[in-house]
């Protein structure tokens, strides 16, 4: 159903940029889950309060203000507000946008209805203030094609489901899948824009699989983009037994309608989430200076120049040494670190030449990182993960007080684990590849079994995994790249154990690039004849 949609609303889209169509749409979906959430309450409500006065009327105690007590009760905010539910005032809830879509009346126009709408559920509704888009009666978008995508979204249904397990499947859970789905897809539209507020799914669940964050914690995203860390974060709490409304969670975004979408994304997942008071820097305006988190997660734009560098050279986060003016990979890695608890832990998705690199001075502060023991895990992703951006990527996993108070990972002084997935991961399409289920709990198994410091559940996998100690990183010249230190699998063994769909996978590629270097060659042998 939400493939369906997501191809008919993005043919509504016409010559309109898919970076500034996704904010017409993601609102209204907002709009449309916010208006289902109320009236399914509302109707609960109706019915337990008729059920009472059934129960009055049996008794002869039925009063005549029965029904404008039943009308005024279902109309109490404070009905839905304590139950974690958006109010929506009558007029702005879906159904009057969708009359409005439907009707053949000029005024108002379908934009300034929605646009009130927008703004009716902000002033009633606090925690949205100054977070939903506004921009419906701009004209960008013509009222034919906003009313058709009214229409069409109207076939979403968000109440809560009962699947064939027997199982039942929330409102919001549902409504979260949409939303994420669609987040997804206009990422892909947008290409290299889109990575700047989305990272894809398989890579935030390896980190989060790997960071393990816990009931009564505190999780942090310094480069939150729309808000998918939190997301996984508190899937991960709630699915190992944990409250994840007992999770403290704090992001910071500078890009304004990023931080919008962060804010309407979260709020349907009924993540309470301090975003900060406004969309900014963390560079320049930490909106959580006070802020020490047992959790650090993000994935930062990589090897941005322009981060205002010469501004900052002697700032106090630069513990390991002021990073290059033209170059924020190693500004973020240290402000991260900056904002660790005591025994806090930080995953970091970065370019691959931030684990080798030496230009300035990066090496320097490489090598007094790994000297102070903080490097705790170093993973290489296969190519193809990231559709933004052609850059190969990296995890960094850090440990503050490894060698000493961290409980998160005991027995590993002067080591590090370095994983080598560069052959993992399947095609999804003919240029994206994502990590399986299966592979992403390989790996965090791995390193769970090398974190804890327990010698029967961990081993060195040639080709894999390797524990390698700060003398065999020095004689690396401090380079942290996995493939240095994993070696090679055996190959007949490797080959034995290939899935067969990943083994058509890998030497279809290899067939190509052979018939890319035939042509290559022909288009040369033919040019050097053509000269003779």
Known sequence: MKSILWKSADKLRGSLDAAEYKHFVLGLVFLKYVSE???????????????????????????????????????????????GIFYIPPTARWEVVLERAKGTLENPTLGEVIDSAMEAVEKFNPSLKNTLPDMYNSGRVDETTLAELVRLLDRLTFQSQVGEDG???????LMGEVYEYFLAQFALAE????????????????????????????????????????VQAEK????????????????????????????????????????????????????????????????????????????????????????????????????????????????????????SSQSGGEGAIRRAMIEDDLVACMVSLPGQLFRSTSISAC?????????????????????????????????????????????????????????????????????????ATLE???????????????????????????PVEEKVARLTKTLFAQFEEAARLDFIAREQLGRL
């Open 191 to 230: 290409g290299r824009k889109g990575g700047e507020y989305f990272t894809p799914a398989s890579v935030v669940k390896l980190l989060v699989e790997m960071l393990e964050p816990a009931e009564g914690e505190r999780v942090l995203d310094p480069a939150c983009g729309s808000g998918g860390m939190f």
């Open 167 to 173: 199982k039942r499947t929330g409102a919001r859970d």
């Open 395 to 467: 995890l960094w996993f850090l440990a503050e007080g490894k060698g000493s108070h961290s409980k998160w990972l005991r027995g590993r002084e002067r080591e590090v684990l370095f994983l080598d997935l560069q052959d993992m991961g399947v095609l999804i399409d003919r240029t994206q590849r994502e990590l399986t289920d299966a592979e992403i709990e390989r790996v965090a198994v791995t390193f769970r079994g090398w974190r804890t410091g327990a010698t029967d559940t961990y081993e060195d996998v040639p080709g894999f995994c390797k524990s």
């Open 236 to 355: 991960f709490v709630e699915t190992h037994g944990g409250d994840r409304f007992n999770v403290s969670v704090y992001g910071q975004e500078r890009n304004l309608t990023t931080w919008r979408l962060a804010h309407m994304n979260l709020a349907i997942h009924g993540i309470e989430v301090n975003l900060g008071d406004e969309p900014a820097d963390s560079f320049h305006n930490d909106q959580h200076s006070g802020v020490k988190a047992d959790v650090v997660l993000a994935n930062p734009p990589f090897n941005i120049s322009d981060w205002g560098g010469e501004r900052l050279s002697m700032d106090d986060r630069w513990t390991y040494g002021a990073p290059p003016v033209g170059n924020a990979n190693f500004a973020w890695i240290q402000h991260m670190v900056s904002k660790l608890a005591p025994g806090g832990r930080a995953g970091i998705v970065l370019a691959n030449g931030s684990m």
């Open 472 to 498: 065999e990183i020095r004689d690396h010249d401090f380079a942290l790249t996995p493939g240095r230190y994993v070696g090679t699998a055996d190959a007949a063994e490797d080959l034995d154990a290939e």
């Open 37 to 83: 959430a109320m009236a399914e309450k509302r109707e609960q409500l109706e019915s337990e309060l008729r059920e009472g006065s059934g129960l009055l009327a049996e008794l002869g105690l039925e009063t005549p203000a029965s029904e404008e007590l039943i009308r005024k009760t279902v109309e109490d905010r404070t009905q839905y507000t304590g139950a």
